[in-house]
């Protein structure tokens, strides 16, 4: 059974920073993309993030380059979200994901957390 855990969401005032961690159980995904994404009502889940668990490759959506920094450490089996410059728009439950790829540029996950509200106050 895969458990996808994520914690550090919270209330942050724009400008402010947060980092999102999700921690994995249950399931090694060496050779696999883990990934971040985010959701608020009414839309889509959109993609953020991804990060190879082998060799750290990591993808971004085009317009959080820069602000938005995906990691992880092996030894923990914990992937992190460091988010930087936070603006009310960045406001949404952020989801972790695992087994993630894209197809036809678009990006999904095969196994998800439970998600963690991150709202960005003005």
């Known amino acids: 059974q895969v458990q996808l855990v994520e914690s550090g969401g919270g209330l942050v005032q724009a400008g402010g920073s947060l980092r999102l961690s999700c921690a994995v159980s249950g399931r090694t995904f060496s050779s696999a993309a883990m990934g971040w994404f985010r959701q608020t009502p009414g839309k889509e889940r959109e993609f953020v993030a991804a990060?190879?668990?082998?060799?750290?490759?990591?993808n971004y959506a085009d317009s959080l380059k820069g602000r938005f920094t995906i990691s992880r450490d092996n030894a923990k089996n914990t992937v992190y979200l460091q988010m930087n410059s936070l603006t009310p728009e960045d406001t949404a439950v952020y989801y972790c994901?695992?087994?993630?790829?894209?197809?036809?540029?678009?990006?999904?996950?095969?196994?998800w957390g439970q998600g963690t509200q991150v709202t960005v106050s003005s």
């Open positions: 994901a695992a087994d993630v790829s894209r197809w036809r540029s678009r990006w999904s996950g095969a196994y």
């Open positions: 990060i190879t668990w082998n060799d750290g490759v990591t």
